[in-house]
């Protein structure tokens, strides 16, 4: 059984920090690539970060380049997101998801999908 755990989202001032991480088990990690996905309240989910199953290639929405950095450690079954410079229009649910082979922005591609951490940012 596939099962992805989020954890690290929390309360934030505007241009404060926070660093997400998701934990994996069930499947063969290193062949998975991993995103990172968000959905605020009224909108639909949207791609903010994806990593290849090897972590040579990543890439960001344009909205988070520069503040935004995807990792993963496949020796530790995680994906972790740094998140720098917040500000109020980042606040959402994130999710991490998992799909087989090639990074995709789009959230159909994905096969597994975490519960979510709620991340708010105060102006």
């Known amino acids: 059984q596939v099962q992805l755990v989020e954890s690290g989202g929390g309360l934030v001032q505007a241009g404060g920090s926070l660093r997400l991480s998701c934990a994996a088990s069930g499947l063969t990690f290193s062949s998975y690539a991993m995103g990172w996905f968000r959905q605020a309240p009224g909108k639909e989910r949207e791609f903010v970060s994806a990593t290849s199953p090897g972590g040579i290639y990543t890439y960001y929405t344009d909205s988070v380049k520069g503040r935004f950095t995807i990792s993963r450690d496949n020796a530790k079954n995680t994906v972790s997101l740094q998140m720098n410079s917040l500000k109020p229009d980042d606040t959402a649910v994130y999710y991490c998801?998992?799909?087989?082979?090639?990074?995709?922005?789009?959230?159909?591609?994905?096969?597994?999908w975490g519960q979510g951490t709620q991340v708010t940012v105060s102006s």
């Open positions: 998801a998992a799909r087989t082979m090639r990074l995709s922005t789009a959230p159909s591609d994905y096969n597994y």
